[in-house]
């Protein structure tokens, strides 16, 4: 079974559709929200984590992790279930040996395998345990316009280096999902849920990919 995480953006929708699309991708199998609205505000990005929280089923929100990225303030005043982080602002907190709190996830964002590594150091040396990696961006995207994607070498290379669960990113949709999974724990989505007319045909040809 897939364990599907979708990095919200809401530029690429209007506001009701933003709101709407989270609730119905949370309904139909998103496992985790990772809000990362990086140009907003603490107060900004708390209030649309308090929307997202607050418009969805009471089962459907136990079993959904809502992740802040970067926001620190939003991360420490609310129930949030975790943070993620650039690999940079990671390293920046451990040196300032901030106190990640224990109950809740890390996640970061690595695009490399020698990160990977380095992330293990890191981790040993300050006795942090981190949730998840993503690995980006596995193929071609809009997202990442004209860079050449790391492909699933990037996935094989990093998933050597931990046991953390690796979840890739960057471009992926039904069509590559299940050879994807091959190599990675879960995935991430962006556009596909975010810009879809549809979110509960596309979770489902993503959730029953072959």
Not at 51 to 58: D, G, T
Not at 145 to 166: D, I
């Amino acid at each position: 079974m897939i364990n599907l995480y979708l990095i919200t953006n809401r530029t690429l929708c209007s506001e009701q559709e933003y709101f709407d699309r989270i609730k119905e991708a949370c309904i139909n199998g998103v496992d985790n929200i990772i809000i990362r609205e990086k140009d907003l505000t603490d107060e900004e990005v708390i209030c649309i984590y308090e929307k997202i929280s607050q418009s969805l089923p009471v089962d459907v929100r136990k079993k959904t992790s809502i992740i802040i990225n970067s926001k620190f303030k939003a991360y420490e005043d609310t129930d949030c279930d975790g943070i993620h982080l650039p690999f940079w602002l990671f390293k920046e907190k451990l040196e300032e040996r901030y106190n990640f709190k224990i109950e809740k996830q890390i996640g970061l964002s690595l695009h490399s395998a020698d990160e990977v590594a380095e992330m293990e150091e890191l981790c040993s040396k300050y006795g942090v345990k981190v949730s998840y990696i993503t690995l980006s961006h596995i193929y071609e995207t809009k997202c990442k316009e004209g860079l050449k994607p790391r492909g699933l070498e990037l996935l094989k290379m990093g998933g050597e280096l931990t046991k953390v669960k690796v979840v890739a990113l960057g471009g992926i949709d039904s069509s590559n999902a299940a050879e994807t999974l091959k190599y990675c724990d879960d995935i991430a989505v962006m556009s596909l849920i975010m810009k879809s007319n549809d979110v509960k045909m596309t979770m489902e040809e993503l959730i029953n990919c072959k």
